[in-house]
C-alpha cells in the first residue's frame, strides 16, 4: 500500500516542510498545474462525463486524494469534478470510497453537474445486502456502498438533490433488508435532509414506520432513530404525538427494567444518551399527564411514564465514579426538565420532590451540578406555585453568588431574578445591590439591569424604586445604561399621583449637591428638576436659583451629551424664575461657538426663543413633558431579551406583568385620562337643570399645589384674630370680604396648568385647600364649547360665591351656569353657595368675531 500511494506521501511530505507559505503555495499550484494536465492532455480524448479513459485506477485515486488535501488546506479547487464523478460510477468499493469522499468535500448540491450523479447514488442506494452474508472475493460490500452514499448525500444536502434522493432514503431506512449500520446511517442522513427541507416527510404516512422502528431491538438503531424522531417532533409535533407510548415503553425497559445490551452499559448505567434522547422527545408535549397524579388510576402509558420519571428522580444519587455520577445526573437533570416542560399539568408531588432534590444540588461542592441545579431550578420555579418551594433556597442562592466560579454566579443571579416576587424584592434587591460592590466588572453590567428590572416590577412603592436606582448609579454608576435613568425619568413623569414627582426631585437634589458625583446622576437630576423642580423651590435651599447653582457646579466635568439636558433644563428654570434669567443668559452666550453641534444649537436658540415667540408661545414650548408611551416591553426588558435571548429563564420572567405593574397602570391610567370632574356637558337650554351634582371624594388635581396652599392655609390663626379664620368666614360670611389673589407661589403651577390646557381637552386649571377650578373645552371652527366647574374642596360652604367673566371685543359669548353664579354687576345679588364636595357650574358658548394675539381672561 506504501508503494502505491508513495506520490501522494512525498506531496504531503513537501507541503510540511515548506518554510514559508509561499513555498507551500509555489508547490500547490505547481502540483494543481501537473494534476490538470493528467486530466486534460489535449492528444487524446475524453470520455462522455469528461473524464480522462487512460487514466490508470491508480493514478486517478492519487490525483484525487492531492485534490482533496490541497482543498483541506484551504486552497481552492476548481477542475477534477469529471475524474470524481467517474470513480463515485465504478464498480470496485475502493474507487467508491475515494469518489465519494471527494464528492462531499469538493462539490456542493448546487452545482449543476451533481444532476449527472442522481442515478449512480439511486443504484448504490438500492442495492440490497446479500442475505446469506457471506461475501465472496472481490465482490462489492453492499452495506459499506450503502453507507457511503448515504454519508456524501447528507453532506451536500442540495435542494434538488434531496427532493430526488429522499424517497429512497426513507425506503432504505424502513426496508427490512436493510442491516442495522444502514438504519443508523440512513436514520441520520434523513435528519439531515429535513433539517434542510422540513416538509419533507409526510409526518402522517411516516409516524407508523418510526413505530415499528422504535420496537427494534439494536440499541444503535434506536439511538438514531430517536435523534430523526426529536427533529421531526420539534418540527411538527402534533404529527408524532401517536408514539408517546412506543416511548414510554423503550424508556420504561431502560429504567425499570434495566434491558440493555452490554455494549451499550456506561458504568452500569443503562444507554445513558438514549435515556436523554427520549426524555427530550416527552419534553415536546407538555399535556402527556394532564389530570393524572401519583398512584392514580390512568391508562397505560401515562401511568408507566409517571412512575418512569418518579423513580429516576427518587433513586439518583451522588456515585463515586465521576463518569458515573455525570452520566446519571444528566439523565436526572433531563427528567426534570420533563416537569417543567409539564408545567402545571404535571402532579403536585412531582414537582415538589424535583424543587426538594434540586435544593440538595445547588449545596453540594461540585460545581457543574450546582450550575446545573441552580439552572433548573430557575426554569421549575416560573411553574406556576413553584416558587414558593424555591424561596425556601433563597439563603443558599445568595451563598452562590459569591461563588468562585462566574458561570455559577450568573446561575445564581437568574435564580434570584426568578425568585423574587413583592414578598421578598426589597431584601433581594438590597442584597444584590450590596454585592455589587464587590462583584466583578464581567457580571456588574448584568446585575445592575437584572435589579433596575426587579426594582421597577415589584416597588410597592415608587419612591423605593428611585432610591434604589440612585444607589445603583452611586455604587456601579459606569455600568448603568442609558436606559436605566431613561426608564427612571419615564416612571417618574408617568406617575403624578402621590408625592412620587416632588420625592424624586427633592432625592436628587440632594444626591447633585456635591461637587463630586457620577454623570448619570446629573443627567438624570438635570432632566427632572427641570420638569418637576417647581415642586421643591418654596422649601428652604431649593429654589429655583440654588436648583441652578447645585446643577451648574457639573458643567466642566460632564459630557456633550450632559451638557445638552443640562441647557434645557436652564431655559425650563429661566422661564419659571425671573431669578434665574441673569445667571443662564452668560451660559448660553459662551456656548453658542461650542465645538458640539447639539449644544451649540440649543444654546442659540433657547437664547433668541423670547425675541422671536410671544410669552405664551415659550410657556408652551417650555412646559413639562406629556406623559411618555406605556409599551409592552420597557427598553431594560428588550435589552435582556437581546442579551440572553427568548429561552432564558430571566427573560421569560421580565415579560410577565407583576400584579403591581398591572395595579400601578390602572391607576396611572385613571389619574392621566379621567377628566377632574366627572359631568357631561349638556347644550344650554331653557329649562336647564340646576341641580349641584356631587364632588368626587378625592377630586383629581395638582397635588403639589393644594400641598403648598394647605401649608400657608393651615397655620394656626393667634387668639385675637380666631374670630376672623378661614372656617368662620366660610360658616358665617364676613361684612368686609378681602380680595386676596393668587399667591405668587402658585403663578409657575398655574402657567404650566395653562399650557396644558391648550393642547387638552380637560384638566385643572387652579386648585388649593378650598377651591379647585376644572376645565372642558371643544371646538369647531371659529366656535367653542367651554365647560368650567368650581369644586368646593373644604369642609364648610363657600358662600356669596360669584364669577365674572370678561367678555373682549372679538369674541361673542353666551353663558349660563348655576343660579346666581355669573356677577353682572347687580349689587344686590349675594352670589351663589357651594356646597362642600358639591360644584358650580358655567357654561360657555363662544364664536371668534376677529383675530386676536392674546389669550381672553
Excluded at 415499528?212 to 438503531?221: C, D, I, R
Excluded at 356637558?681 to 383629581?700: F, K
Amino acid at each position: 500500500m506504501s508503494t502505491q500511494a508513495r506520490g501522494l506521501n512525498n506531496f504531503i511530505s513537501d507541503l510540511r516542510n515548506a518554510k514559508s507559505k509561499e513555498e507551500e503555495s509555489n508547490r500547490i499550484e505547481l502540483e494543481l498545474a501537473k494534476i490538470r494536465k493528467k486530466f486534460n492532455p489535449g492528444d487524446s480524448k475524453l470520455a462522455a462525463d469528461g473524464s480522462n479513459p487512460s487514466l490508470s485506477s491508480y493514478q486517478r485515486k492519487k490525483y484525487v486524494w492531492k485534490l482533496v488535501y490541497i482543498h483541506v488546506l484551504g486552497y481552492d479547487v476548481d477542475f477534477g469534478h469529471a475524474e470524481v464523478l467517474a470513480l463515485v460510477r465504478s464498480k470496485k468499493y475502493n474507487e467508491k470510497t475515494v469518489g465519494y469522499t471527494a464528492l462531499s468535500l469538493l462539490l456542493r448540491g448546487s452545482d449543476p453537474i451533481m444532476g449527472t450523479i442522481v442515478d449512480s447514488m439511486k443504484s448504490d442506494l438500492t442495492t440490497a445486502p446479500n442475505p446469506s452474508g457471506k461475501k465472496k472475493k472481490g465482490a462489492i460490500k453492499n452495506d459499506a456502498i450503502q453507507c457511503l452514499a448515504l454519508c456524501s448525500l447528507a453532506n451536500i444536502s442540495g435542494l434538488e438533490l434531496i427532493q430526488a434522493m429522499h424517497v429512497e432514503v426513507q425506503h432504505v431506512l424502513v426496508s427490512k433488508t436493510s442491516t442495522e449500520q444502514v438504519k443508523k446511517k440512513s436514520a441520520l442522513c434523513l435528519l439531515r435532509l429535513t433539517r434542510t427541507s422540513p416538509n419533507l416527510v409526510s409526518g402522517r404516512e411516516f409516524a407508523p414506520h418510526i413505530g415499528e422502528l422504535l420496537q427494534h431491538k439494536h440499541l444503535g438503531v434506536l439511538m438514531s432513530v430517536m435523534s430523526l424522531l426529536n427533529g421531526l417532533a420539534s418540527q411538527h409535533s402534533s404529527n408524532y404525538e401517536s408514539l408517546i407510548p412506543h416511548v414510554v415503553h423503550v424508556l420504561s425497559l431502560l429504567v425499570m427494567k434495566q434491558q440493555c445490551a452490554r455494549e451499550y452499559l456506561y458504568y452500569r448505567t443503562p444507554s445513558p444518551w438514549l435515556q436523554i434522547k427520549l426524555l427530550k422527545f416527552l419534553q415536546i408535549y407538555p399535556n402527556a399527564v394532564e389530570g393524572h397524579d401519583v398512584g392514580m388510576e390512568a391508562s397505560g402509558y401515562v401511568s408507566q411514564l409517571i412512575n418512569v420519571v418518579s423513580k429516576i428522580l427518587m433513586e439518583t444519587d451522588v456515585s463515586d465514579s465521576i463518569n458515573k455520577s455525570n452520566a446519571d445526573h444528566a439523565i436526572l437533570f433531563e427528567a426534570v426538565n420533563v416537569i417543567v416542560a409539564w408545567g402545571i399539568t404535571c402532579p403536585v408531588s412531582m414537582r415538589e420532590g424535583a424543587m426538594k432534590l434540586l435544593g440538595k444540588f445547588i449545596s453540594v461542592r461540585e460545581p457543574n451540578i450546582r450550575y446545573l441545579g441552580l439552572m433548573t431550578m430557575a426554569k421549575l420555579a416560573q411553574i406556576e406555585g413553584s416558587v414558593e418551594g424555591a424561596k425556601k433556597h433563597q439563603a443558599t442562592v445568595l451563598v452562590s453568588l459569591k461563588d468562585a466560579d462566574i458561570s455559577v454566579r450568573r446561575r445564581a443571579l437568574d435564580l434570584l431574578f426568578v425568585i423574587c416576587d413583592t414578598d421578598n424584592a426589597e431584601r433581594i434587591v438590597d442584597e444584590l445591590v450590596a454585592h455589587l460592590v464587590v462583584a466583578d466588572a464581567s457580571i456588574r453590567e448584568e446585575m445592575v439591569l437584572k435589579i433596575a428590572i426587579l426594582a421597577e416590577k415589584y416597588a410597592t412603592d415608587l419612591r423605593w424604586y428611585v432610591d434604589s436606582i440612585l444607589k445603583l448609579i452611586s455604587i456601579s454608576g459606569d455600568y448603568v445604561g442609558d436606559s436605566v435613568w431613561h426608564r427612571v425619568v419615564q416612571i417618574v413623569t408617568n406617575h403624578p399621583q402621590g408625592d412620587l414627582q416632588g420625592y424624586a426631585v427633592g432625592t436628587l437634589f440632594v444626591a447633585v449637591s456635591p461637587h463630586r458625583c457620577h454623570e448619570t446622576t446629573v443627567c438624570v437630576a438635570a432632566y427632572l428638576l427641570g420638569e418637576f423642580g417647581f415642586l421643591i423651590a418654596e422649601r428652604p435651599g431649593m429654589s429655583g436659583e440654588e436648583q441652578f447653582h447645585v446643577l451648574h457646579q457639573h458643567w466642566f466635568n460632564v459630557g456633550t451629551k450632559t451638557r445638552a439636558i443640562l441647557i434645557s433644563t436652564y431655559a425650563k428654570l429661566a422661564n419659571l424664575y425671573e431669578e434665574c434669567r441673569p445667571l443662564v443668559a452668560p451660559v448660553f452666550a459662551r456656548s453658542k461657538n461650542s465645538a458640539d453641534v447639539e449644544v451649540q444649537q440649543r444654546c442659540a436658540e433657547y437664547a433668541s426663543m423670547r425675541e422671536a415667540f410671544s410669552p405664551e408661545a415659550v410657556e408652551d414650548l417650555l412646559r413639562e413633558m406629556p406623559p411618555f408611551e406605556d409599551k409592552r416591553r420597557s427598553a431594560l426588558e428588550l435589552r435582556l431579551l437581546e442579551k440572553e435571548g427568548e429561552d432564558s429563564a430571566a427573560a421569560m420572567k421580565a415579560s410577565i406583568t407583576s400584579e403591581v405593574e398591572q395595579q400601578r397602570a390602572l391607576q396611572s391610567a385613571q389619574f392621566l385620562s379621567n377628566p377632574p370632574m366627572e359631568e357631561e356637558i349638556e347644550p344650554i337650554d331653557e329649562q336647564a337643570d340646576d341641580d349641584e351634582p356631587g364632588m368626587e371624594e378625592e377630586p383629581v388635581g395638582t397635588s403639589a399645589i393644594q400641598e403648598q396652599a394647605v401649608e400657608s392655609l393651615e397655620e394656626e390663626p393667634s387668639e385675637d384674630k380666631k374670630e376672623d379664620t378661614i372656617e368662620n368666614v366660610l360658616a358665617n360670611g364676613s361684612a368686609n370680604p378681602v380680595v386676596a389673589g393668587i399667591p405668587k407661589e402658585l403663578i409657575p403651577a398655574m402657567r404650566k396648568a395653562f399650557s396644558n390646557l391648550c393642547t387638552s381637552p380637560s384638566g385643572v386649571l387652579f386648585e388649593n385647600s378650598l377651591l379647585q377650578v376644572g376645565v372642558k373645552h371643544e371646538y369647531v371652527g371659529a366656535q367653542g364649547r367651554i365647560s368650567v366647574f368650581f369644586g368646593n374642596l373644604h369642609s364648610y360652604p363657600l358662600q356669596n360665591f360669584k364669577v365674572k367673566v370678561d367678555q373682549p371685543e372679538h369674541l361673542r359669548m353666551q353663558m349660563q351656569g348655576t343660579q346666581d353664579l355669573l356677577d353682572d354687576g347687580d349689587i344686590d345679588s349675594a352670589g351663589c353657595t357651594v356646597a362642600t364636595k358639591t360644584q358650580a357650574k358655567l357654561l360657555i358658548l363662544v364664536e371668534v368675531t376677529a383675530p386676536f394675539d392674546d389669550a381672553p381672561s
